[in-house]
Structures are given as C-alpha cells and as structure tokens.
C-alpha cells in the first residue's frame, strides 16, 4: 500500500549530538514537509520541499538541516543547535500545487536523555 | 504573520449533542482543511474546503466555509464517543510560488457517554 514512513518510532537524543529523522513516501507526491508538534499544540512547519534538490525554511527552521536528494525522501537532522527538540515530529507528503490534503506519517517521538 | 485560531481549545459533551467548533484566520486564503487527530497517532484529512460558501459533510461532521468573514466551523451533530479526538484546521497560502499549511492550535474534543 502507498504511504509515509517515518522511523524511528521513538528516538533518544544525548546533550550535543545530531539525529537524524527518516521520512519515505511511495505516494509518488512532488511535496514533502517536516512539521513540529509540542504538547497541547498545533503543528509548526520546519522545512518543506517541493522538488527533488530544492527546500525552503517554514517557520521554525533553527536548529534543524533538511535534504531532498530523492522523491521517495526527505530526512531531518536535529543538530545539537536545537536546544529544546523534545517533540513529536510529522512529516508529511502532497502533490504539489494541486489543492488536495497532505498526507501525514505516523510520526517520530524524540527525547533527550 | 498569519495567524489561525480555533476556539474552543477543549470541549466535553455529552453524546448525542451538536456543537461547532470555530476557525478564524487572519489573512485572505481560500483553501482550508479540517484533520482529526488520535492521541499520539498521526493526523488524518476529514474536509478540504475550497472556495467560499463551501460546505462538505461526512457522517456526523460538516465544514463549512466563509472566506470573507475569514471563518470556517466544523459542527458535530448527535455526538458519539469514536468523534472524541483532536480537530485542527489549517489554512493554505502560497508562498512565493510554494503552498504552506498553517495550523491552528486544534480542539480537543471529548464525548461523555
């Protein structure tokens, strides 16, 4: 079945280290996003991407770096300059330019140790 | 800075009620969608709303929207407890080009039996 995965389900984070969070759609959809979910909260766009090689800053891009070597993905690395990354990450993935929802994965939960 | 409120933050009510929940957003846009999420699951696309006067309906739940006033509403009618979860609306804007999804801070919805 066509979809998003997102691993790992749980992730855990040292003080001054990098993560990196994997996003991969077989949806063949040209836009992919990284959303940022804290307790109680809507969701903040991070990073997006609209074409393979091509991504743009959302709102809260501090602290985080984005690739989009590939369609299929678009991983996120959480750098050690993100002082607060505890949250739920989403990624999510649309046809670009075409008014129909994004599709989200099921998420990963970072934590620092 | 685009800004999307929804009101109420929490609701409780008893099953078989009706009840709205409220979306306002701060900048011209119409395009809005309305996602149910599951406590720690991911978000799941009920409504995509695309012009004004729009109205869609699926089962219990109807969205409605009105893009000069800014507003759209999700109304519940006849309560059951599987509708128990949290609602969010999202507005779209292009972005230079790029669409961008801006969420509220969603409606945590419970249903008393």
């Known amino acids: 079945d066509g979809g998003i995965t997102q691993s790992p389900k749980y992730l855990f984070r040292k003080e001054g280290q990098n993560v990196t969070l994997s996003c991969e759609q077989n949806?063949?959809?040209?836009?992919m996003y990284w959303y940022r979910q804290d307790p109680g909260q809507g969701l903040r766009l991070i990073y997006y991407?609209?074409?393979?090689?091509?991504?743009q800053k959302g709102d809260i891009a501090e602290g985080y770096s984005v690739s989009r070597e590939k369609k299929e993905s678009f991983p996120l690395t959480v750098t050690s300059a993100q002082k607060n990354p505890t949250a739920f990450y989403l990624c999510?993935?649309?046809?670009?330019?075409?008014?129909?929802?994004?599709?989200f994965g099921d998420g990963t939960r970072l934590s620092i140790l | 800075e685009l800004k999307v409120e929804q009101n109420p933050l929490f609701l409780s009510m008893q099953e078989g009620k009706n009840y709205t929940i409220y979306c306002n957003y701060s900048t011209t846009s119409d395009r809005l969608y309305w996602y149910r999420q599951d406590p720690g699951k991911s978000l799941e696309s009920l409504f995509v709303?695309?012009?004004?006067?729009a109205v869609k309906q699926e089962g219990r739940l109807m969205a409605s929207l009105d893009t000069k006033a800014r507003l759209s509403t999700l109304h519940i009618t006849a309560a059951v407890h599987d509708l128990s979860a949290t609602y969010f609306c999202?507005?779209?804007?292009?972005?230079?080009?790029?669409?961008?999804?801006?969420f509220g801070t969603g409606t945590r919805l419970t249903i008393i039996p």
């Open positions: 709303l695309l012009s004004n006067g």
């Open positions: 991407s609209q074409i393979v090689n091509d991504f």
């Open positions: 949806l063949n959809h040209d836009a």
């Open positions: 999202a507005v779209d804007t292009y972005n230079f080009g790029n669409e961008k999804l801006t």
């Open positions: 999510a993935s649309s046809i670009s330019r075409i008014n129909q929802p994004q599709h």
